[in-house]
């Protein structure tokens, strides 16, 4: 079945610093591909999507290609802030209804 | 325009109880997600419904989870009768589908649940 695979946290950076969370995903479709983030007593929040490949998607910073030969998606960013601390989420949708969910990763940026 | 709105924030329940989760979704919005979020299992789909019409009932949790959509603007989610395990963050999520697939999915603040 559908799956998507990411990397397992928490990832514990220091400000500034770069930022990369591996994103691997399995269907026989022909997935839209998605990030989302999810702070602290809210619910998860779209980062953005990108649906076709070898596009890529970006905002606040953050961006993401969609590599369709590596079934990939990771996301990165160039300079972490401390208010990027999050739980970060991979997923995907088919053309059905339903998003598959990566198993989230806790970014944690120390000042 | 309102998000989507979820009550009780907070629920602490005994074992055996019945407890009702409500959720508004965003107005227009014609699906509509139950999640559960546990730091073990992250997010479980419950339950899906397109147009007030149950898609997905969610499998596992058939059996003491029941979520209904009684109009196109309210949602709940019963849970019957509680056990300990049930302790959890419930998420409620609206979409506005358009073309193929799913669109952006809006969240909820969640309703934590302790169950003792």
């Known amino acids: 079945g559908d799956s998507v695979t990411q990397t397992e946290g928490p990832v514990t950076l220091s400000e500034g610093t770069s930022l990369t969370v591996n994103c691997s995903y399995e269907?026989?479709?022909?997935?839209?591909l998605f990030w989302y983030v999810q702070y602290p007593g809210e619910g998860p929040q779209l980062l953005f999507k990108?649906?076709?490949a070898n596009e890529k998607g970006s905002n606040r910073g953050f961006e993401a290609t969609y590599n369709k030969e590596a079934t990939s998606f990771h996301l990165q960013k160039a300079s972490v802030q401390e208010s990027d601390s999050a739980v970060y989420y991979c997923?995907?949708?088919?053309?059905?209804?339903?998003?598959?969910w990566g198993s989230g990763t806790k970014l944690i940026i120390k000042p | 325009d309102a998000g989507v709105t979820q009550t009780p924030r907070h629920e602490v329940a005994e074992k055996g109880q019945t407890i009702i989760l409500k959720c508004e979704p965003v107005?227009?919005?014609?699906?509509l997600f139950w999640y559960r979020q546990t730091k073990i299992q992250g997010l479980e789909l419950l339950s899906y419904?397109?147009?007030?019409?149950?898609?997905?009932d969610g499998g596992a949790f058939k059996d003491r989870f029941k979520a209904e959509m009684l109009n196109s603007s309210f949602s709940t989610l019963k849970i019957q009768p509680t056990e300990p395990k049930d302790s959890a963050v419930y998420l409620c999520?609206?979409?506005?589908?358009?073309?193929?697939?799913?669109?952006?999915?809006?969240f909820g603040e969640g309703s934590k649940l302790t169950v003792l």
């Open positions: 997923a995907l949708s088919r053309s059905n209804y339903q998003l598959i």
């Open positions: 999520a609206s979409s506005l589908v358009q073309g193929r697939g799913t669109g952006q999915l809006y």
């Open positions: 269907t026989k479709q022909y997935p839209t």
């Open positions: 419904f397109r147009s007030k019409s149950l898609m997905e």
């Open positions: 107005s227009g919005h014609n699906d």
């Open positions: 990108v649906p076709k």
